[in-house]
């Protein structure tokens, strides 16, 4: 089991597993929201994902594309991302919440043409200019 936690530690949750896809986004909305190059999300299925702590004290930001992003109202740690009509048996959640170590490591980057024109990507990884699905 994984758990995490905002930096205030008021919100936390618990995960039994992470889906093994996970890529480094550079799109605008998520600098942003977390103030730093790109982001990396974790996915996990909601059914072995729980809040134990403090979900009350998430608020959500619906973007002009209908995205949902939830954050700590008090800390304003970043915690999760939803798509526009997503469903909602996978969640995606900041892996920079979380407290334990994991096994597994991103595998791409996503949307790299609206990366910070400051980072250069230096890794091997493979780069897609949208979304990993987009062509």
Not at 43 to 72: H, M, P, T
Not at 99 to 110: E, T
């Amino acid at each position: 089991m994984y758990k995490g936690q905002c930096l205030r530690g008021e919100i936390k949750y618990e995960v039994d597993e992470i889906k093994s896809q996970m890529g480094h986004c550079h799109c605008s909305m998520c600098r942003k929201f977390h103030g730093a190059a790109f982001s990396i999300f974790g996915e996990a299925d909601v059914k072995i994902f729980r809040w134990v702590e403090g979900k009350d004290q998430l608020k959500g930001y619906v973007a002009n594309n209908g995205s949902v992003r939830q954050f700590c109202q008090n800390c304003g740690s970043s915690m999760t991302f939803a798509e526009s009509g997503e469903v909602n048996n996978i969640i995606e959640f900041s892996l920079g919440t979380l407290d334990s170590d994991i096994d597994i490591f991103p595998n791409a980057h996503i949307y790299t043409d609206s990366k910070a024109n400051w980072v250069d990507i230096k890794d091997d990884l493979p780069q897609h200019k949208k979304a990993r699905n987009d062509f």
